[in-house]
Structure formats: structure tokens, C-alpha cells
């Protein structure tokens, strides 16, 4: 068996490191690029979100490479995301590929933590299902620590000395990343990057505006479609918070086990006041992201959403409101295969500077309305 899955920001790593500790043979797509984008969109539906565009040129370019089996979650519920395998395994299969979907359910519960495992098994015999569960806990430590890293980046970025040094080092984590094999590895390379950028020469007394990024995971995660915001504030001086992360994401699933906790009850309960129960993907937490950024002072919220995401639609229809009542800047970049580069610099700068000139008329103790 050859197993390939598409990509999500760094998801790939602790994926990547629990397949190889069972002895899968993993064919890495490469990452989200140009390519894989031009392959999704040629054999999708045209009025579908771009992730589901992205994901199936993932599989199509790791198809290309061998792959014989493709692995990806499943789900039910108002996101279209837990219908994709079944729709990308018909469009794939027409194309002419003879591949498996080795497929599994979000970790909702325990039942979904057993066919989880299950589908492991199948995958790789030769192992018990109690080393498959502990490559589980490692892939979830794995996971954490490639956050934290991820989150170092976003803090040193703004404030360093020497612009340019965390992207590079950055760049290099991810080649290395992508050829270490199994948990030892992966962990020693996290450590030693880790250790790399808490080297670099940074100014933490830089006053730097704090911009929340919210919105539709996919878009929030993947560096290719929302075209590295995180990176593109970063450099203007801005420190980009990522409100949602693969690992919270997952804590979030899995916060039915006593020892598992998540930010979860306390997103939803801050976003009570707008929007009081989940209506699909990811837009309580936009809400509720939204009114913590507004607790804590931050300058502005970027919101991201792939065009045609209802949940985030919603979330969208809601925003003028609270910018009226909360007083915070908030931006939406609606994002799919026609974003502009361009432009999309642009509209970015654009908001810098007022959220700048409001930072700056705060701080005279002058009032500035957003609305």
C-alpha cells in the first residue's frame, strides 16, 4: 500500500510521522502549489469552495507520484467537507485511477476514535492496535509542538532585527521536515529550529499592532490559498494571531476524554451574544474569536472564507453589527482560484494603515470610530 492525503498548513507532519511509525509508505504531495490548484480545478464542480479544488489536485499530484490508496477524514454535518472523499472518489475513479479511499469519521466521539484506528489496522496488519494508539498520542504531541513553533514565528516575525531571518529559517524547517522519518526525527527537528529562531536577534519592546485572523479553517491553515497572510503582516510590523490551529481543532474533537481540553466552551459562550449555536463549520469560533480579539484589545480581525462557504456567509452577514457595537476594525477577504495577488496586497496595506492611525489616536487619548 502507497497512501497519499492532501495537505492542510503543517498537518502533513504528524501524519506523515504516524504512517511511517506503522510502516505505511507515504507519497508526500507536494505542497499546495499552482499546479495542484490548475488539476482541482479543471475535474471539480465550478461553484464548489476552493479547498475541495486544492485538496483533489493534492490527491491527483500524489496519484501521480504511486500512490495506490488515498486517506482523508470523513464527517456529516452542514460543511461540505464531509461529503468531499465521496464526491473526489467518483470524479477520480472516472478520470480513470484505480485507487482505494481508505476513509475515516472526525474524532466526535469514542466510536470515532475506534474506526480510526481500525482503518490503521487494515492499513498495517503486522501492528497491534495498542502501538497504533500510542502513534496516535505521538502524532497528537507532534502536532502541538509544530503549533507552538508555528505560533514563534508569527511573535518573532514583526520584531526582528534582521528581516527575512524567521522565513528562512522557516523554509528551511519545512525541507527538513518533509524527509525526516518517524517520531524521533520529527521531534529532533522541531527542537532544533525551535532552538534556531529563540536565537535570533529580536527588539520585544517594538510596539507592534495585533491583527486576530478568524474565518474558515481551511483558509486560515493553508499558506497557499489565503497567499501567507500571516507572513505578508508579519513583515509590515503587524503580529498575526492565528485564532484557530490544527491542534486546537483537533482538542476540540476530542475533548469528550477527561484529560482532553479545549478552548471550546468559552469561544462558544464568547460568542453568545451574536450567534448561540453552531451552525456549521467554523463560524461560532469566527464569532466567538472575534469578541476575544475585542476583550483583549486587539487592533483589527482579518476574516478569511473561501467563496461560497455558507457558515462563513452567515458569519459575514453578522459582522457589521459588531463592528458597530464592539468597535473593532474587521476586513473579509473572500478567497478562491481568481484572488489577485495585487489586490489582495493592497486591500491588506489599506487596513494596516487605519488600524495604525487608530492605534495612534488611542494612544492620544482621542476617540476613533470604526463604524
Not at 145 to 158: A, G, I, M, Q
Not at 306 to 317: D, G, K, L, R, Y
Not at 345 to 353: H, M, N, P, Q
Request: proline share 4%; net charge neutral.
Amino acid at each position: 500500500m502507497k497512501i497519499t492525503f492532501p495537505h492542510m498548513g503543517t498537518t502533513f507532519i504528524p501524519i506523515k510521522m504516524i504512517l511511517d511509525e506503522l510502516n505505511i509508505e507515504v507519497i508526500l504531495p507536494p505542497k499546495s502549489n499552482k499546479r495542484a490548484l490548475e488539476l482541482g480545478v479543471k475535474c471539480s464542480p465550478e461553484a464548489i469552495c476552493v479547498p475541495f479544488k486544492i485538496i483533489t489536485g493534492n490527491i491527483l499530484e500524489g496519484i501521480e507520484k504511486g500512490a495506490d490508496t488515498v486517506f482523508m477524514l470523513t464527517g456529516c454535518g452542514p460543511c461540505r467537507f464531509g461529503i468531499f472523499h465521496a464526491l473526489q472518489r467518483e470524479i477520480i475513479h472516472d478520470m480513470g485511477h484505480d485507487v482505494e479511499f481508505l476513509t475515516a469519521d472526525r474524532f466526535s466521539n469514542y466510536e470515532g476514535l475506534r474506526e480510526f484506528s481500525q482503518r490503521l489496522k487494515e492499513a498495517s496488519p503486522q501492528n497491534s492496535y495498542i502501538k497504533i494508539i500510542r502513534t496516535i498520542k505521538k502524532g497528537l504531541k507532534v502536532l502541538d509542538e509544530v503549533d507552538t513553533l508555528y505560533e514563534l514565528t508569527n511573535k518573532l516575525r514583526p520584531r526582528e532585527l534582521n528581516k527575512g531571518e524567521v522565513d528562512y529559517i522557516w523554509a528551511q524547517f519545512e525541507n527538513d521536515i518533509r524527509t525526516s522519518y518517524g517520531y524521533k526525527e520529527v521531534m529532533h527537528v522541531i527542537k532544533k529550529y525551535h532552538l534556531q529562531l529563540k536565537e535570533i536577534e529580536v527588539d520585544y519592546k517594538k510596539p507592534c499592532l495585533k491583527v486576530a485572523i478568524v474565518g474558515e479553517i481551511y483558509t486560515i491553515l493553508e499558506n497557499y490559498i489565503n497567499l501567507n497572510i500571516e507572513r505578508k503582516l508579519g513583515n509590515m510590523g503587524i503580529e498575526a494571531i492565528r485564532t484557530t490551529s490544527a491542534s486546537e481543532f483537533v482538542r476540540e474533537q476530542l475533548d469528550f476524554i477527561p484529560f482532553m481540553r479545549s478552548q471550546k466552551k468559552k469561544i462558544y459562550k464568547a460568542a453568545s451574544k451574536y450567534l448561540d449555536i453552531p451552525i456549521g463549520g467554523h463560524a461560532i469560533n469566527s464569532i466567538g474569536n472575534i469578541m476575544r480579539a475585542v476583550k483583549n484589545d486587539y487592533d483589527g480581525v482579518i476574516h478569511l472564507l473561501p467563496f461560497t462557504c455558507m457558515p462563513e456567509i452567515v458569519v459575514q452577514s453578522i459582522l457589521p453589527t459588531i463592528e458597530k457595537e464592539q468597535n473593532i476594525p474587521i476586513m473579509t477577504l473572500v478567497l478562491d482560484e481568481m484572488t489577485g495577488e495585487g489586490g489582495y496586497i493592497t486591500r491588506l496595506e489599506a487596513f494596516v494603515d487605519l488600524i495604525q492611525k487608530r492605534r495612534e489616536m488611542k494612544n492620544e487619548g482621542k476617540s476613533f470610530s470604526w463604524y
